[in-house]
């Protein structure tokens, strides 16, 4: 076999050999409609003949999630471009790390068996995975991957509080200042946010690819959204705008972790109710200012 970049064995301090130079990656993709995507795993393979996650080893030049989806692609014919990744566990070795990556499907996808490395793609209902024989550390890990199964972080940030916090000339031209604000906020829809840097200090080491909503109002207000980052423009007063988008929010996708940005203290009462998060303005701006 020829071997590509990142392939090869790592002797772990565990005790074990582990596949991937760079580390390995798995994607744990879900369909609303269909359930979890399993591979059954060719007999000729680490730890073959046990069903898991299709992935492989990290290249040398790729995040962990583009090597998930790349690897998922050649080994199921997903398209990557059909899969919208949320979130990530990594299992860290140190000397070697697994990282699985949690998506969920744009559109209809249609998996099949696309090399020697599987001999079998099975859709199945997250209450009958357990019953499959299992990969060992899927098995292992799996109850604590079931918990964050299809769910959001969605940041929702109060515009006028968190550019306000920042004396960089706003006032001058509050609606550039949000537009800034708003494009800096679509970074963090690419790189992701650690668990512990959002206030989910109980999810650990985990990281998100938030969904964020921008509430915008005053002279704010005609600010448009864009491909990575929504905008609600207030009809009335920021802080309504805000508790309204969370209550929607909550209502639709009860499970999903809602944060929100500010530090107005009454607007904190009102959102904290609802069940949310809240992070202050000097901690987002601690994350963007850590994108560039």
């Known amino acids: 076999m020829l071997l590509g970049d990142g392939d090869g064995f790592v002797k772990c301090l565990c005790g074990e050999r582990h596949w991937g130079l760079h580390g390995a990656a798995g994607l744990l993709l879900s369909d609303p409609r269909r359930g979890v995507l399993l591979q059954h795993r060719a007999g000729w393979t680490h730890h073959g003949d046990s069903w898991a996650l299709p992935g492989g080893a990290v290249r040398s030049d790729e995040s962990p999630a583009q090597a998930a989806t790349r690897e998922t692609e050649e080994e199921t014919a997903v398209p990557a471009a059909s899969v919208r990744v949320l979130s990530a566990r990594a299992e860290d070795h140190g000397t070697w790390r697994y990282t ?92 992701g946010v650690r668990a512990g840097d959002v206030g989910l200090r109980h999810d650990g080491d985990w990281l998100w690819w938030p969904r964020v909503v921008l509430v915008v109002e005053g002279r704010a207000k005609a600010t448009d959204a864009t491909e990575r980052v929504e905008v609600v423009s207030a009809d009335d007063d920021g802080d309504s705008a805000i508790v309204r988008t969370v209550k929607e929010l909550r209502g639709l996708r ?36 850590a994108c560039g």
């Open 100 to 191: 699985t990556v949690l998506a969920t499907v744009r559109d209809t996808v249609r998996p099949r068996v696309a090399n020697a490395e599987s001999t079998a793609l099975d859709w199945v209902h997250p209450d009958d995975v357990p019953g499959y024989p299992l990969h060992r550390n899927f098995a292992a890990a799996w109850p604590e991957l079931r918990e964050q199964l299809d769910r959001e972080l969605v940041l929702v940030v109060d515009s006028a509080n968190v550019v306000g916090a920042r004396p960089d000339g706003w006032w001058r031209d509050r609606a550039a200042a949000t537009e800034r604000l708003r494009d800096r906020l679509g970074a963090l829809t690419c790189v």
């Open 254 to 289: 009860p499970r999903d972790h809602v944060v929100v940005a500010t530090a107005d203290r009454q607007l904190r009462r009102e959102v904290e109710a609802e069940g949310v998060t809240v992070v202050g303005p000097s901690a987002l701006w601690s994350l963007l200012d």
